[in-house]
Every structure is written in C-alpha cells, then in structure tokens.
C-alpha cells in the first residue's frame, strides 16, 4: 500500500523561552541563553543549582484552573503545548473527524512533582492522607488522554517512553498512523518537568550535570573541549501532523514536510552510547531509507549533542560514518547549548527548531564553544551567530539511556 504524504501543519511548546514559537526561534537565533539558578527550590546545598528552568506562565484558556492546581507540571506543559499546535494549525475548536484524529506524546519521567509528593506525603501523614490523584498524574501517558479528553479526539492514543529520545519515538510512531491511513491529524511530542528535587538530586548522583555554577548561561557547552556535563531543561515540544490529503482539503499553511525516520538500539550500556556510534549510524542509515531521498540531500543536522564529553563524540562519528566526505556540505548544530537537556521534551523542542530553521532558512548557532573537539572540523558549525541556509533535507537526532536511538527526517514541502 502507497505510503500517505505526512506534512507538518502546527507547532506548540513550553520552555525556558516561554510559550511562544516565534519567541523561542528568535531567541535561539540571537543566541540566547536560557539557563539560569534554579528558583522554584532551594538549591544552595546542590553542586549544581541551575537549569533551563520553565518560569510561571498563563493557562488561561488551555487547561481548567481547578485541573491545573491537581495535575503534575508535565501534564500542564502538554495541554498548553499541545493546543497552541492546534491554534497554530487552524485546527483548534473545528470540527475533526474524531475518530480520526489522535495524540502521541510521551515523556521521559512522567509526573517526578507528584511522586515526590506522595511519598513525603506517606512518609509523613501515611497511606490515607495519599491524593486519589496521585496513580493517575503520575503515569506518562496521562498528559495525551487528558488532551484527548479535552479535544475529543478517539483516534490512536498513548505515550511512548525512551529517555531522552521519547520525542522522536513519537513522532516517527504519530506518523505512522497518518502514512498507514488510520489517522489524518495526529498531535505528537514530549514533555517533562524535572527541574525539582528529586530530579535534580538523581542527575547528581549520576555526576551526569555540569557543576559551572559561577556562569550558568556558559555551562551547557556541546562540543567543547571544556564541557563538563549536560544542564538539565524542562518543557514540551508538541507538532500536529496530518496527511497531505487533509491538509490540503482544509487549505492549511504547510510549514514541512515529515520525510521519514527510525529507531534502534545500541544494546551497549545503560548510560553511555556505543563509542564508535554504530547503532547511531545504523540509525540514520534507516531514517535515510524510510524517507526515500537520498543522503546528498541532507544539509542540515539538529544534533542530539548533549555537553558530555562520552556522548557528543559518538553522535559525530556516527554522522561521519554514514555520510563520509558529504559532512564539509552539512551545517550543524546543538539547541540544547541555549536550552539544556530537556530530556523526553528535547527532540519535541528540536524538531520545532529544525521546522522553524527550514520555514527561514535561518540556522541558530551552537553557543559556548571556546575550543572545538577536532572531530568537527569536517562540519559547517555556527558558532556565536545565526547563519543563512536553504535547507533542501534536515536531520534531527536523539538518543536515550539504555540505548534507545531515534532519527527523524524533514524537509520543505513541495506540491
């Protein structure tokens, strides 16, 4: 059966730089940086005490104020996220085939405010002093079945959870559903709130998180020599896909196109990716196949690129394992140097940074590199300031502990 044309028509986020996508793009553009010191918790004692940390915002009109009040910061990011897409989209309070119509968004923790909660709250008060609520908004596939409710949409509805590649997992499996027929419009993304203390704490004990308290807005630093762990983000990136057919029958603004994409394992190490990136490389040797262009196409690559120093090396070599001397023709780039890690959100927040990039042919710059890892000389970086590209096929990769590997593919829409 012909595989349907899946087209991106709405963007929606959550995120250190607000909620709006424009906002975002432009900050990213300028090469801001969104991290600062933690201020929703006392983080004085933490050998790390900062992140792109989601500041207070308006729900009005995107979640009820009693359910806002209940629910886990997860849960809040999603609904806001996921129906600025839809406003984006023009699709929001229109009639939709429900049936038709479905949500996929993931998250890499799910509701961490909430557990910790509880479990103080057993600890201190026992079992009966528990809120009902606490099973429900705590599970990761809450925040798309309370979308859904909201909206009414019956079509395919669950999260998918893979660490830091959740993101890419579902919208690879979103679009599926719209390829095969059984969807038209699909919501789809990550979301995450982790900045609190149990999240913080457990990256600390990891020694997974940069300690560069005395510049925090230099502290995520990918491909630097210096780098000294990731930053912790929260947030979520959410997309409406829909069918070509859809789209074009509502005389939507088509702002890419979804191409392709793929998903794997490295089967190596709970934390650390394979050192030569070779389920990286097989990785993005599907994604390519699954979107049926050919890898010359590919000019742009929105970088997993974390801050580590074990990490970032892996994705580089699995680039260049795959496209070989094609990388002196790829620009590339790390949204988390501006964002942090976002975790289950990130590859939300990175695809709309690669739809933003291929609707301006505006690259945002990689910030904090000092001294480059040699292992990048071959590639386009921009470094400081935002550079002009026709981007004729952009690659957007995330990677996740126990060695979870998603690659999508996305492109400029042509009729």
């Known amino acids: 059966m012909e595989k349907k044309r899946v087209v991106v028509t709405g963007l929606g986020l959550v995120s250190c730089f607000g909620t709006d996508v424009e906002a975002f793009y432009s900050a990213l553009l300028q090469g801001k940086s969104g991290i600062k010191e933690i201020t929703s918790f006392d983080v004085s004692e933490y050998p790390t005490r900062f ?64 557990f910790e909660t509880g479990v103080t709250t057993l600890n201190e008060k026992g079992f009966k002093r528990l809120s009902p609520f606490f099973v429900p908004y705590i599970i990761t596939n809450m925040a798309g079945a309370l979308l859904a409710m909201d909206l009414g949409y019956r079509g395919p509805n669950y999260s998918i959870s893979t660490a830091c590649a959740t993101s890419n997992h579902c919208i690879i499996a979103a679009a ?49 020599k210096n780098r000294d762990g990731f930053v912790m983000g929260e947030g979520a990136g959410v997309l409406v896909l829909e069918s070509l057919e859809s789209a074009q029958k509502r005389g939507a603004t088509i702002l890419a196109e979804y191409l392709g994409g793929a998903v794997n394992c490295d089967a190596h190490h709970i934390t650390e990716p394979h050192p030569e990136g070779l389920g990286v490389a097989e990785c993005i040797e599907q994604a390519i196949a ?34 070989g001397d094609q990388t002196k023709n790829i620009t590339m780039n790390a949204t988390k140097s501006m964002t942090g890690h976002c975790l289950g959100a990130a590859a939300g927040l990175e695809a709309i940074a690669t739809v933003k990039a291929i609707q301006t042919g505006m690259v945002h710059p990689t910030i904090n590199i000092t001294e480059m890892d040699e292992e990048l000389n071959d590639f386009n970086i921009p470094r400081e300031q935002a550079e002009k590209l026709n981007i004729t096929g952009a690659m957007s990769n995330s990677f996740g502990f126990g060695g979870h590997n998603a690659t999508i593919i996305l492109g400029p829409y042509n009729a």
């Open 51 to 114: 992140a792109g940390e989601v500041a207070p915002f308006e729900t009005d009109g995107y979640i009820d104020k009693k359910q806002a009040r209940r629910v886990d910061p997860f849960i809040i990011y999603t609904m806001v996220a996921g129906k600025k897409a839809l406003e984006m989209a023009g699709i929001l309070g229109t009639d939709v085939d429900p049936k038709r119509a479905g949500v996929v968004v993931g998250s890499g923790m799910g509701g961490m405010g909430m």
């Open 176 to 224: 599926e559903h719209i390829r095969k027929g059984e969807a038209d419009i699909m919501v789809c993304g990550g979301s995450e709130a982790p900045v609190q203390p149990i999240g913080l704490s457990g990256f600390v004990a990891c020694r997974a998180l940069s300690t560069r308290n005395d510049e925090p807005e230099k502290a995520s630093r990918p491909w630097d």
């Open 290 to 323: 699954d979107s049926e262009i050919s890898k010359e196409q590919i000019n742009y690559i929105n970088a997993h690129a974390t801050s580590t120093p074990a990490g970032d090396p892996c994705e580089v070599r699995a680039v260049k394992k795959f496209f």
